[in-house]
């Protein structure tokens, strides 16, 4: 069973809006939650981060909320522009930190 | 600085063949893992690698083996392939970052991309 749980699989959005990437996890161990950009034929790059002490991270662009309570984070992106469009994974970790677990990815288009 | 290498970029295996798939960094990072990406699965961590002679199981290990001999390389070998194996295969290292945490901010490899037939 996934612990870590990116149920839409694909988004379409209009450049210049907000792009929302919605992540469930079911481990209540997990504490430190990450997002990863992947554009095809290259490897993931670390996007933002967030510790569980915090309900939210801003970096330029990009912002990640967590509501530990619901288990349940969410990335977004303002405005979207067309080089976003990639796959997002997000990943979770527990405080030994030694293992990541990635959700299956949310494919993102940004229309022109 | 090169970053994580891996080689080689594709492969075609036979059912039963052994191989190896090479990575390598050169930013000293201590954490260095490798996993697997499959359609709708996300990454799968296989093995990972605290420095330089540790090892540990992930959580798709099976059919997998990996060494760390020094601080650079991070080889993993499948034994016997077989046609599941098939799959992109990731390496990745990284520092603690500002958590603390070995996995925070990992910088992955370019992927190599394995058929097994």
């Known amino acids: 069973d996934q612990q870590v749980k990116q149920n839409s699989p694909s988004l379409s959005v209009q450049e210049g809006r907000i792009s929302i990437l919605n992540c469930d996890y079911t481990?209540?161990?997990?504490?430190?939650f990450l997002w990863y950009k992947k554009y095809p034929a290259e490897g993931p790059t670390f996007l933002i981060s967030?510790?569980?002490?915090?309900d939210k991270n801003e970096d330029g662009r990009f912002t990640v909320f967590l509501n530990k309570s619901a288990k349940h984070l969410s990335l977004h992106i303002v405005p979207s522009q067309p080089g976003d469009s990639a796959v997002y994974f997000c990943?979770?970790?527990?405080?030994?930190?030694?293992?990541?677990?990635f959700g299956g990815g949310t494919r993102l288009m940004v229309k022109p | 600085n090169a970053g994580v290498t891996q080689t080689p970029k594709f492969q075609v295996l036979k059912t039963g063949q052994s191989m190896t798939l090479q990575c390598a960094q050169d930013?000293?990072?201590?954490?260095m893992s490798w996993y697997r990406q499959d359609p709708g699965m996300g990454l799968r961590l296989i093995h990972y690698?605290?420095?330089?002679?540790?090892?540990d199981q992930g959580e798709v290990p099976n059919g997998y083996n990996v060494s760390r001999s020094t601080t650079e390389d991070f080889p993993l070998r499948l034994l016997s392939a077989a046609p599941s194996q098939t799959s992109v295969y990731f390496c990745?290292?990284?520092?603690?970052?500002?958590?603390?945490?070995?996995?925070?901010?990992?910088?992955f490899g370019p992927g190599t991309r394995l058929t097994v037939l």
């Open positions: 990745a290292s990284s520092y603690s970052g500002a958590s603390g945490l070995s996995t925070d901010t990992q910088y």
């Open positions: 967030i510790s569980s002490i915090k």
């Open positions: 990943a979770a970790s527990d405080n030994a930190g030694n293992m990541l677990t």
């Open positions: 690698s605290v420095g330089a002679g540790i090892t």
């Open positions: 481990n209540s161990m997990f504490d430190y």
């Open positions: 930013m000293n990072h201590e954490y």
